[in-house]
């Protein structure tokens, strides 16, 4: 019998999602290792030898969350939020700095971003709290209360690292699953509101350099050298590739060092120069591609509970991703963002693939018997 329900698991594999997800990780390690290489010396950082480690315990994560019954991560998912919480309070205590933030928790020979893991234990503990909050013509203000409560306390410590971009993605990933939850038109429109209410208040908080990044990314010429140098050398590196690009490991604006954070929140602007248009519409259709057969997932899902985690893993994902290449491109501000899956990072990348491989876990067992209500 056990036989028979394994079987009928694996034929339910998402081979494709992970397919695409290989191809990205693929190419991310290749740009890695020549954002990170010296065409002058021959030289090379170890980062891309350590993405490609990073990427293998990613890949082991991700199969362990297909093996296992997604709905029992329920029953934990106050635990996996709690230890989160922990993790997030130990950073301003114990963690280490770097970039001008302090972001990161030395464990022995590993570096831990605890407010990457927290994404997962956030998806999770929504999905079960909007999951059992319910009401006839939408959620209203009161089955609100909790989740808003829970999402904002690690956005506030995440913001004290100082963290904006990735404070924003947990905004936007907990607004992504409200909107699937269904609340009720009054409701939203209340939520709307406030949050218009609350762009003074979030604005008098940030930190100077967040502020002038945020009103010179629509002009970034009116700073050449300061904030908007970023968003100037990026434009030029992915304007540089034209259709067919420089080629492999031959980026000038990368082997000239006018790239900031090449192998992290500016890959794609490497990628793109190096690659050219045809190799950026590749790499966005991967993206493309891999949300859709996420969305594709959602629906299928049988129970709630599935739904919601598997739409705020990539809700998670698309908005990393359309934040970074907004903000490469000039269309967005330049906030510390990096792409999911390409760009250099260990906590981030562990994540990512272990929270895709509930999504997948997810679409094998859509056809199981003991299921949930649906949405």
């Known amino acids: 019998m056990r036989l028979m329900f394994d079987r009928r698991l694996i034929a339910h594999f998402d081979g494709l999602t992970l397919l695409t997800t290989l191809a990205i990780l693929g190419l991310g390690a290749m740009t890695v290792y020549s954002a990170s290489y010296d065409a002058s010396s021959g030289e090379h950082t170890s980062h891309a030898w350590r993405q490609v480690m990073w990427g293998s315990i990613g890949l082991v994560g991700l199969l362990l969350a297909v093996v296992f019954d997604?709905?029992?991560?329920?029953?934990?998912?106050?635990?996996?939020?709690?230890?989160?919480?922990?993790?997030?309070?130990?950073?301003?205590?114990?963690?280490?700095?770097?970039?001008?933030?302090?972001?990161?928790?030395?464990l022995g020979p590993l570096t831990l971003q605890p407010s990457e893991t927290m994404k997962l234990a956030l998806i999770v503990l929504l999905a079960r709290l909007f999951h059992h909050r319910t009401h006839i013509g939408g959620l209203r203000l009161r089955e609100l209360a909790l989740p808003t409560v829970v999402t904002l306390a690690p956005v506030l410590l995440?913001?004290?690292?100082?963290?904006?971009?990735?404070?924003?993605?947990?905004?936007?990933?907990?607004?992504?699953?409200?909107?699937?939850?269904?609340?009720?038109?009054?409701?939203?429109?209340?939520?709307?509101?406030?949050?218009?209410?609350?762009?003074?208040?979030?604005?008098?908080?940030?930190?100077?350099?967040?502020?002038?990044?945020?009103?010179?990314?629509?002009?970034p010429e009116l700073d050449p050298l300061g904030a908007g140098y970023h968003v100037i050398q990026s434009k030029i590196a992915i304007g540089s590739g034209a259709v067919t690009g420089r080629g492999y490991l031959h980026g000038t604006q990368n082997q000239l060092n006018f790239l900031p954070e090449q192998h992290t929140?500016?890959?794609?602007?490497?990628?793109?120069?190096?690659?050219?248009?045809?190799?950026?519409?590749?790499?966005?259709?991967?993206y493309v591609v891999l949300l859709l057969r996420g969305l594709v997932v959602v629906g299928r899902a049988k129970e709630r509970f599935g739904a919601l985690l598997a739409f705020g893993v990539i809700a998670n994902i698309f908005w990393q991703a359309a934040i970074n290449l907004g903000m490469t491109t000039?269309?967005?501000?330049?906030?510390?963002?990096?792409?999911?899956?390409?760009?250099?990072?260990?906590?981030?990348?562990?994540?990512?693939?272990?929270?895709?491989?509930l999504v997948i876990n997810v679409n094998m067992r859509r056809q199981t018997r003991d299921r949930l209500p649906r949405l």
């Open 70 to 106: 997604y709905r029992k991560l329920e029953q934990y998912a106050w635990l996996l939020y709690g230890v989160g919480i922990c993790l997030l309070v130990a950073v301003p205590l114990f963690g280490s700095m770097g970039g001008g933030s302090r972001r990161w928790l030395n």
């Open 330 to 357: 000039g269309l967005l501000p330049v906030v510390g963002i990096t792409l999911p899956f390409f760009s250099y990072g260990g906590s981030s990348l562990v994540t990512l693939l272990t929270s895709l491989g």
């Open 265 to 286: 929140d500016f890959i794609f602007s490497v990628f793109s120069e190096e690659w050219g248009f045809i190799g950026a519409a590749l790499l966005i259709g991967l």
């Open 158 to 219: 995440i913001l004290a690292q100082p963290d904006l971009g990735t404070a924003g993605v947990f905004l936007f990933v907990f607004t992504s699953m409200l909107l699937l939850a269904g609340p009720s038109p009054g409701t939203l429109g209340l939520l709307s509101l406030a949050a218009v209410g609350a762009i003074p208040l979030l604005l008098s908080q940030l930190k100077p350099y967040q502020l002038k990044r945020i009103t010179t990314f629509l002009n």
